[in-house]
């Protein structure tokens, strides 16, 4: 489907200028970078965490979110359980921006994911010259019109360019894509992203789904407010969790991740 926010944040993306140095083809080697999916696994036993550095929340009732400096930011979510950081890209509603990324990359040795909606080879160019580790990649774009190119090229082009693919979906019948994408890490959205929505019953049934095909290491991804929210994604074959709106609003960021761990002995197999 092609309705919603998607189509509308797809629709911004596209009209804002272009970047000539992004633009450009690259040239020379690229810099070796820190594996998000073996950063993920080495985590798993007490529950990865993968950290999101974000401006804005369009999915809340007030999107605006506090701000800590970047380098402020990484001192305060270095915790037991961290794999790696992830940081928006994307300008419109979502106040990211690359630069933002190539600043977190350069405040820490971890992976860092460049979170976007990514439609074309340009926003893979744009992840490679900002440090990151990986690009995300949404499954529900796939068969929408709004890509320039399958998720397959894509997913090549990425990883030509240095970077892992992690590779997002919502619900069951997305799953599919994966036959065709080859991914690194795969990522189960419990927010509807046509209506920004929160729908854990079909994002956790998305989750059990994706683990019973052997899809790994298996990220929960949004919605985690708290310890319930996180028991449920262990519980249902999570690795790890990416976490961001609630990092930012937390005034104690490293005892809410800290609350957040998997519960002993509850690994997934």
């Not at 550095?53 to 800590?68: C, E, F, I, N, T």
């Not at 990986?134 to 990883?159: F, K, M, N, S």
Request: aromatic share 4%; proline share 7%.
């Amino acid at each position: 489907m092609s309705a919603g926010f998607l189509a509308e944040i797809a629709a911004k993306i596209r009209s804002e200028p272009a970047d000539a140095e992004t633009e450009a083809s690259p040239s020379g080697a690229r810099p070796s970078r820190p594996s998000l999916a073996a950063a993920v696994r080495r985590e798993r036993a007490r529950g990865a965490l993968v950290v999101e550095y974000k401006r804005s929340s369009p999915g809340q009732a007030d999107p605006r979110l506090p701000v800590r400096p970047i380098r402020e930011f990484v001192r305060v979510t270095e915790v037991p359980g961290l794999a790696g950081y992830s940081c928006l890209a994307t300008r419109p509603r979502f106040e990211g921006s690359p630069e933002d990324v190539a600043e977190l990359a350069r405040s820490t040795p971890r992976p860092v994911l460049y979170k976007d909606f990514a439609l074309g080879p340009h926003q893979l160019e744009r992840a490679a010259r900002s440090g990151a580790s990986a690009v995300l990649l949404i499954a529900r774009l796939e068969g929408t019109g709004l890509l320039d190119r399958p998720l397959a090229e894509l997913a090549v082009q990425a990883r030509a360019l240095g970077l892992e693919v992690v590779l997002e979906f919502h619900g069951e019948a997305e799953l599919s894509v994966a036959d065709s994408v080859r991914a690194d890490v795969y990522g189960v959205n419990v927010r509807d992203l046509d209506t920004l929505a929160l729908d854990r019953p079909t994002g956790l049934a998305t989750l059990r789904a994706a683990s019973r095909r052997g899809l790994d290491p298996l990220l929960g991804l949004s919605g985690v407010e708290g310890p319930h929210e996180a028991r449920e994604f262990w519980t249902a074959g999570a690795d790890g969790l990416l976490v961001g709106t609630a990092v930012a609003r937390a005034g104690d960021p490293a005892r809410f991740l800290a609350s957040l761990a998997r519960p002993s002995g509850g690994t997934r197999t």
